[in-house]
């Protein structure tokens, strides 16, 4: 019989002993939600599965509760526990009797109130929200008949229509750009697109860099990028503007 | 003959006591003298007469229903010879198995309150977060404040609720449980004994 494969299934842990033990040890399991009595169950509950008695398995397991009773012991009173170490047996006893004696009056006044409660099982009484306090009036303002129909007059109107307009991006056309372009490079043999349209907004060069798309598919202008980021070269490949007219009204919106 | 209709009545006590009737039958809380008074519109005083004549009239065998004196107010309450009826009609989700870490924890919270989490785990020697949540819920008890004047742990009290459902009149009426010396003593002396056989 092996400890640390011992199965659990206790309110705040379910799974291996082992695991519970790398939870705690993690400090990702706090120990006073463990329920310790259940792990010692648990253990007896196996051990008594099994005909004859695994002394190896017991002192084990007693090794390892033990180290989870005092962790949890320490959790439990963190500061107190430094405290009690200080002070000499006599008033050690002394400290530990009188809260064993807190303990036993709070148990004391627990059984006093299940009697009571008991006593109190057949009072039936109305549970309801809490106490309805006097409600401040609000009195209304004397009214007039025609503000109430002025009011529904209103209603009855149909709102304005709601504008969308600015939900639809607007893009430039990109034949504006084609014709640019064009132009550039039947002045220059090549540029630089991004000293081009440095100065647009960012639709603007969207349409900018469609329209460069454009050319380059109409075999008039060559493109290149020496890295990605890097600055695109633009250069005029050569004198053709046969299909011009067509491309010119071509739109992002309508493509 | 400024106030004709308080002529009227004969008995305007009897009157006031039908207020106070109707009062406790629609509130669905014990309500104070001092609110049954602002309700009533009139004196203390004369609210705890009339309050006596109501409970003369709504007694234990003498109606089915009772007027008790709970959390700190006045309420109506089925008589006690009719609760097999009354549980027939419905449960009360807030007394029902009350297990005995819920009742450990609400005794301290009782005695001690308000007070915290950890107060309770230091007194009970195991966290009572469970059992805070349960009472939380059941309406027994509810926050009140935090240690440390804010930065500290929540502190918790008991509802008007837990002392109407033990039938208490208020809080002074838990008894006093310094009595247990005797047996503080005798495990004083117990654990002596043990450790004089250690040192020996």
């Given amino acids: 019989m092996i400890v640390r494969e011992l199965e659990l299934d206790l309110d705040a842990f379910e799974g291996p002993f082992d695991l519970l033990l790398a939870l705690v040890l993690k400090e990702e399991l706090d120990l006073r939600d463990v329920d310790l009595a259940g792990i010692v169950t648990a253990f007896l509950e196996r051990l008594a599965e099994r005909e004859e008695l695994d002394l190896e398995a017991c002192g084990e397991f007693l090794v390892l509760i033990a180290a989870l009773l005092e962790l949890k012991a320490r959790a439990l009173f963190p500061d107190e526990a430094a405290e009690l170490a200080e002070l000499e047996p006599e008033e050690a006893a002394e400290e530990l009797a009188r809260r064993l004696a807190e303990y036993r009056r709070a148990k004391e006044a627990a059984a006093w109130l299940r009697e009571r409660l008991a006593a109190a099982g057949d009072r039936y009484f109305r549970l309801g929200p809490a106490p309805c306090a006097p409600k401040v009036e609000t009195p209304l303002a004397p009214q007039d008949p025609e503000t109430l129909a002025r009011v529904l007059r209103l209603l009855a109107q149909d709102p304005p229509d709601v504008s969308l307009s600015h939900m639809a991006l607007r893009f430039p056309p990109v034949s504006q750009f ?78 | 003959m400024d106030r004709p209709l308080r002529l009227i009545s004969t008995d305007p006590l009897d009157k006031l006591a039908r207020t106070l009737e109707a009062l406790l039958v629609v509130a669905s809380a014990p309500l104070s003298v001092e609110e049954l008074a602002a309700a009533a519109d009139d004196d203390p005083e004369r609210i705890e007469d009339a309050l006596r004549l109501v409970g003369e009239r709504f007694a234990e065998e003498r109606s089915g229903i009772v007027l008790e004196h709970v959390a700190g107010g006045w309420a109506f309450r089925a008589g006690r010879e009719e609760a097999p009826a009354c549980a027939r009609l419905f449960e009360r989700p807030a007394q029902r198995s009350l297990s005995q870490a819920a009742l450990e924890t609400l005794a301290i919270v009782a005695y001690l309150g308000p007070c915290s989490r950890p107060d309770v785990a230091r007194i009970r020697g195991v966290a009572a977060d469970s059992a805070v949540a349960n009472l939380l819920e059941r309406g027994l008890i509810a926050e009140a404040g935090r240690d440390n004047g804010g930065g500290g742990a929540v502190r918790y009290r008991t509802t008007p609720l837990f002392e109407r459902v033990f039938g208490l009149e208020s809080l002074s009426e838990l008894p006093r449980l310094d009595d247990v010396g005797a047996e503080a003593a005798e495990i004083r002396d117990r654990l002596h004994a043990v450790a004089e056989k250690r040192s020996a």
Avoid: C, H, K, Y
Wanted: glycine share 2%; no cysteine.
């Fill in chain 1, 178 to 255: 084609l014709e640019r372009f064009r132009a550039l490079l039947r002045r220059r043999s090549r540029f630089d697109f991004e000293t081009e349209v440095g100065e647009m907004t960012r639709l603007e060069q969207a349409s900018a860099f469609l329209a460069l798309l454009e050319l380059r598919r109409a075999g008039e202008l060559s493109i290149e990028q020496a890295a990605p980021f890097a600055p695109i070269r633009v250069s005029r490949l050569q004198e053709n503007n046969a299909e011009d007219e067509r491309t010119a009204q071509w739109t992002v919106r309508s493509a």
